[in-house]
C-alpha cells in the first residue's frame, strides 16, 4: 500500500490518459507566486503603466502578496492574483527574476532535471 492513495491514484489516472506509459514527477511549491513576480522589477513597472516604488528586496519581504496589493493601490488598481499574476508572469524575464530570488531559480532547475 501507497503512503500517498490519493496521489497514486491521480498519477494512474493521467497515464491512462497517454499512449505511453512515462515517469512522473510532481513538484510542490512552498512559496507565494507573488514573491517571483517581484524579483522582476521591471515586469512590475511595465504591468502597472508607470514608475511605482518596488525594489528587487521586495521579493525576499514575508508578505509579497500584501507588498503586490499595495502596489496595485498606489497605482490605483486592485490586485487579483487569479487575473494579474497569469499576465504579469508572461512579461517577467526568468532570467532575471532567477538571479533575484533563489526559490525561483531552485524551482527552475528542478523543471529542468528532476
Do not use: Q
Not at 503586490?68 to 499574476?85: E, Q
Request: glycine share 6%; net charge positive.
Amino acid at each position: 500500500m501507497t503512503k500517498y492513495p490519493l496521489l497514486a491514484r491521480f498519477t494512474e489516472e493521467v497515464r491512462s490518459w497517454t499512449l505511453f506509459n512515462f515517469l512522473m514527477h510532481y513538484v510542490v511549491v512552498g512559496h507565494a507566486l507573488e514573491g517571483w513576480l517581484l524579483a522582476d522589477v521591471e515586469a512590475v513597472r511595465r504591468y502597472l503603466k508607470g514608475v511605482v516604488p518596488v525594489t528587487p528586496s521586495a521579493t525576499l519581504d514575508c508578505k509579497p502578496k500584501e507588498v503586490m496589493r499595495g502596489l496595485f493601490r498606489k497605482a490605483g488598481r486592485n490586485f487579483l492574483s487569479d487575473r494579474d499574476g497569469p499576465k504579469m508572469a508572461e512579461m517577467m524575464d526568468l532570467d532575471k527574476a532567477s538571479k533575484r530570488n533563489k526559490s525561483l531559480a531552485t524551482f527552475r532547475e528542478i523543471l529542468r532535471d528532476p
